[in-house]
């Protein structure tokens, strides 16, 4: 047993998901380590986004259980797979990103990351009428907000960019925002699919600090989903491998790296030449 | 000249009451890209709920002028509550349950709401035209020649006062307050918003509450202004507020007032000059010209597809 599945802050159970006839994920199980980096890799069209899909609440799993366990020392828990996408996102605190850019483009940059901390501030304005009067509990508020947005702001540099609109700024940029503004929701665990999709490396490099910088400082637990294997060999703790929606590797980059069956799975191989595969990656490791 | 002051002035009072009537479609629009054709309706019902207070207060009968203002803001408050409840009943028993469906199907279930509400108060009001006397009046002479008076009725005033007033603290709602930022992100991408933890549903039912105690504001001003209502005036004032907000292009709340007022002195002026028959026909005529050259109206955003 590994440490991811000690105490894990979500888990996976025996996920099965249909389209029809189309089994896009088969009886998948694996866990998400509490304060850690975990990659959810494969070939395209492995299934990695559905599995996200059924995390955030988009698809309704045909069988299986997801249960994120928010405390350390058990607590309260919640069962993913049985509520909505808003209230994942709401009550459950899981927040995601997609695989393209889903800003708020009219919005300025500081408006999106407002936008995200609506729900305290909506109760603080007593529900429009107070942040009319301009209430002490909602300016409080308000400020409050506004400092975590600059916080943000300042660690993906664009505090001085703050007022400008989002869709305005450079690609790399916005992919940061789109972290910072899932941040700002406060989520317990957060989901990143295809993060370095299109970044230079330069903009990746950030992208990897940032990410290093969510998981150290705050101990906010990331599940991604990743292409670029340079991203996933540099920060992931534990990598798991979904090959047509099944689970073919499971451990921690080194580990997997390793993998006969994942060197399979990229490159493409039949079934039976797994085993000339696997002695080959063995021949060249001795 | 003093004939053009006048009709300016009565033109913007119109303007003034298509304008706010206009923001309830541009808003709803904005946030579900589907025309609220009952909103007519709904400035129809705030209406005969404005008489029905008036007469159940007998506002008429009273003699002292700080209780008739007293009782009027009593009637504008109650007017706007009961609408808002209107607006929100229309959107959660017609456009609600059909939010996931394809996108002619809003706009058929609120024709027919619109219908059924025509209806409902035909029933229940009777279909005779219901007067009511003059209750704010007096006013000022700005001007006088030739036997010519400019008159600037106080109720036009107060119309005037009240809709800039209103403009400027919905627009500070829309620009400052979290819900004016969810509405907004709502109008952008309505998945991302309910994954950031908005709750879409009541975003977009508080809109329609926003729209509808605007329209009734409206409201209570055309029936203390003209004194005469029926069932159907919502139709006619429903077709050129829509025609107002397409104008100033829809979506754009300074565009819904700009072309509220623009509609308001078309008209007027129209009738002043030309031929009151054919008014109607001069501000959709200029609407037509309009949207030849500028499709997405007088300040609504062109929609450019990135490629």
């Known amino acids: 047993m590994s440490h991811w599945d000690e105490n894990p802050v979500l888990s996976v159970e025996h996920l099965t998901m249909r389209f029809g006839g189309l089994v896009a994920i088969d009886d998948l199980s694996f866990s998400v380590g509490r304060g850690e980096i975990t990659a959810l890799i494969g070939p395209n069209g492995a299934g990695k986004t559905t599995v996200f899909n059924c995390i955030t609440g988009f698809y309704k799993p045909t069988e299986g259980r997801i249960t994120l366990h928010p405390h350390v020392d058990g607590g309260e828990t919640f069962l993913l797979e049985r509520m909505a996408d808003h209230e994942i996102a709401r009550e459950a605190h899981v927040a995601r990103t997609f695989q393209n850019i889903r800003l708020f483009g009219g919005m300025t940059v500081l408006e999106n990351l407002m936008v995200a901390q609506h729900n305290e501030l909506m109760k603080a304005s007593a529900w429009t009428i107070g942040g009319v009067l301009g209430i002490s509990g909602f300016r409080s508020a308000e400020h409050e907000a506004m400092d975590r947005a600059k916080y943000w702001l300042d660690h993906i540099g664009l505090l001085d960019r703050a007022d400008d609109p989002a869709a305005d700024l450079p690609y790399g940029a916005q992919r940061r925002l789109e972290i910072a503004r899932a941040m700002c929701t406060e989520p317990v665990l957060l989901c990143l699919d295809e993060p370095a999709a299109g970044l230079n490396p330069r903009e990746s490099n950030q992208l990897n600090e940032l990410l290093r910088y969510i998981r150290n400082e705050h101990g906010i637990s990331i599940l991604l989903i990743e292409h670029d294997m340079s991203v996933v060999m540099q920060i992931s703790d534990h990598v798991v491998v979904l090959d047509y929606g099944c689970k073919i590797s499971d451990g921690t980059a080194e580990e997997v790296r390793n993998d006969p069956s994942v060197i399979a799975a990229y490159l493409g191989v039949e079934d039976d030449e797994v085993e000339d595969v696997e002695a080959e990656v063995e021949g060249a490791a001795k | ?307």
């Open chain 2, 1 to 307: 000249m003093e004939y053009f002051v006048q009709q300016l002035i009565n033109g913007i009072t119109t303007g003034s009451i298509y304008g706010l009537i206009a923001i309830g479609y541009t808003m709803v629009y904005g946030i579900i890209g589907m025309i609220n054709f009952a909103h007519g309706e709904i400035f129809m019902l705030s209406t005969f709920i404005a008489l029905i207070v008036i007469t159940a207060l007998g506002i008429l009968g009273m003699s002292s002028v700080a209780l008739i203002i007293f009782a009027l803001l009593l009637v504008l408050v109650v007017a706007m509550v009961l609408t808002a409840v209107w607006g929100w009943a229309v959107e959660r028993i017609a456009y609600r349950p059909l939010r996931g469906s394809f996108r002619l199907a809003p706009l058929i279930t609120a024709i027919g709401m619109s219908i059924v509400l025509q209806n409902f108060v035909q029933i229940t009001q009777g279909a005779r035209v219901k007067p009511l006397q003059p209750i704010v009046s007096g006013g000022y002479t700005l001007m006088e020649k030739d036997g010519f008076q400019v008159a600037l009725s106080n109720m036009q005033i107060i119309i005037v006062v009240l809709t800039v007033g209103l403009m400027t603290a919905f627009s500070l709602i829309i620009a400052r307050t979290p819900l004016g930022r969810a509405q907004r992100a709502c109008e952008q991408d309505r998945r991302m918003a309910s994954l950031l933890g908005i709750n879409v549903d009541r975003t977009i039912s508080l809109t329609f509450v926003m729209g509808a105690m605007l329209a009734a504001v409206a409201g209570v001003m055309y029936l203390l202004n003209y004194g005469v209502i029926d069932f159907y005036i919502g139709f006619v004032a429903g077709v050129k507020a829509f025609t107002a907000a397409v104008l100033g292009g829809i979506g754009s709340l300074p565009g819904a007032m700009l072309g509220g007022l623009l509609i308001g002195l078309i008209e007027t002026f129209w009738s002043a000059y030309f031929s009151v028959e054919y008014k109607d026909v001069a501000a959709f005529s200029i609407l037509a010209i309009v949207l030849i050259f500028l499709p997405s109206g007088l300040l609504g955003k062109p929609e450019v597809e990135k490629v």
